[in-house]
């Protein structure tokens, strides 16, 4: 843990297969047990790329690679540059802790609004937070998710990572909006939709 900390300035300036280097320095996916009781275990720093103040989780893999490493989300940014433009409307849909909300926001502009939908609690109530500390206003957060309909979902959390969530498991009942129908009422002329499965495809869905 002490060597994590002592290579960070480095590994964060590091190409993108350093990822790698987590895993020989004890940091990795799978070394959660060690980390669990890491002091402090919740960190805030300043992320150069977001160009925000955001808190990690020292005792999750998500949390220690986006510290320690800084390059967890880079790949997705560089699509998000390549179709958002001043003035369009970003639905983040499964925001988790808002890093994908937080990049867009600054993409899209004063003239363009971010949507980030999260069902879990306690993942909204970071996402909120990240909102509000540095004062964004053009991120409106909601504690919900989309589907092809409304209603109520069972949520479950499958693993430490707060990005496993599925709704294919008994856990949580939260509450659903119908997606077209969300979108519809606002009537934008240029709405970005992403999704995890959207981005595992390599793509993400467009409309103008």
Request: aromatic residues 10%.
């Amino acid at each position: 843990m002490k060597l994590a900390d002592i290579l960070r300035p480095m590994l964060v300036r590091f190409p993108r297969p350093s990822m790698e280097l987590l895993n020989l320095i004890g940091a990795g996916v799978a070394q959660d047990s060690k980390w669990k009781a890491v002091t402090p275990r919740y960190v805030s720093y300043y992320d150069r790329r977001l160009g925000c103040v955001v808190s990690a989780d020292r005792g999750e893999w998500g949390g220690r690679s986006v510290y320690y490493w800084g390059r967890y989300y880079d790949v997705t940014q560089q699509t998000f540059a390549h179709f958002l433009a001043s003035g369009w409307t970003f639905i983040d849909v499964g925001a988790n802790l808002g890093f994908h909300s937080l990049f867009a926001s600054k993409l899209v502009g004063s003239e363009g609004r971010v949507f980030s939908f999260e069902p879990n609690p306690s993942t909204h109530a970071v996402l909120s937070s990240h909102i509000g500390i540095n004062r964004i206003r053009n991120i409106r957060s909601f504690q919900m998710g989309l589907s092809d309909e409304e209603g109520e979902l069972i949520l479950s959390q499958t693993g430490e990572h707060s990005g496993e969530a599925t709704l294919r498991k008994d856990q949580m009942r939260v509450k659903i909006l119908n997606c077209a129908g969300w979108c519809w009422r606002r009537r934008s002329s240029r709405i970005q939709i992403q999704t995890e499965r959207s981005l595992s495809r390599g793509g993400s869905t467009r409309g103008k």
